[in-house]
């Protein structure tokens, strides 16, 4: 059984896990919701730094020895549209981490999506749209460029990547847009709980209308390549 060394220092600087429960338990069930989300989204971000700074960064490197592994339109197509995600995700993570460590109840979490809604409106449905193609490509990639197949085992092995595929990382901002829609109906519902003429209550509707038009324009977009592909044949 692997154990892990310890000592004073650092047993006082971790957080144990008696005061993480109590630090629950002292939440109100709104921030508790709140504070879910704000993991979700350090989680997420994280996995696209890990894509963009462990995959991407040493692909974009023209002094590659051998050359470089992947063209110029094949890494378009496998990355292109993800920065603009990366861009307004960490944007927003900054602002729930500062409402975090600084909690007030009267914090708008709706209005967070709404500031950025335009960014959202722009990021999401281009990566939506062309995710299939980003991935056949980096399938085909893999298959057809023993080096490149080298490169992603050796990126896989890395504990930033948690030993997972690119692919499957690549899944990620698929999945997301979902999961943001369950958290702010559940803070939507404990505000209405808590607090019935909370200013964030209004927010929250209209962020949560917002995040569903962002996602079902890019599954509008999707959907429409896919039947002008398939009206090709």
């Not at 861009?87 to 460590?101: D, G, P, Y």
């Not at 690549?170 to 997301?176: A, K, L, T, V």
Request: charged share 25%; hydrophobic share 40%; proline share 6%.
């Amino acid at each position: 059984m692997l154990q892990v060394p310890t000592n004073d220092a650092n047993q006082e600087r971790s957080p144990s896990i008696s005061s993480i429960i109590q630090d629950l338990r002292s939440m109100s069930p709104r921030q508790r919701v709140f504070s879910e989300l704000v993991q979700t989204e350090t989680n997420f971000v994280s996995v696209l730094k890990t894509i963009l700074h462990v995959f991407k960064r040493p692909l974009d490197d023209p002094n590659q020895i051998g050359g470089q592994l992947l063209n110029q339109t094949e890494l378009k197509i496998i990355f292109g549209n993800l920065p603009p995600i990366f861009e307004v995700h960490v944007k927003m993570l900054e602002l729930f981490n500062k409402a975090q460590n600084n909690w007030t109840d009267n914090f708008s979490i709706g209005n967070v999506y709404l500031q950025f809604a335009d960014d959202l409106l722009k990021a999401y449905p281009p990566y939506v749209n062309f995710y299939e193609d980003s991935k056949n490509m980096l399938i085909k990639c893999e298959n057809q460029n023993p080096r490149f197949y080298a490169f992603l085992k050796v990126c896989q092995s890395k504990p930033e990547s948690g030993r997972q595929h690119l692919a499957d990382l690549m899944m990620h901002p698929i999945q997301r847009l979902p999961r943001v829609i369950l958290l702010l109906t559940d803070i939507l519902k404990q505000t209405k709980k808590e607090k019935p003429d909370h200013k964030d209550i209004a927010q929250l509707e209209a962020a949560l209308n917002k995040i569903k038009e962002v996602r079902f324009i890019g599954l509008a977009c999707k959907k429409h390549e896919t039947v002008k592909f398939s009206s090709a044949y």
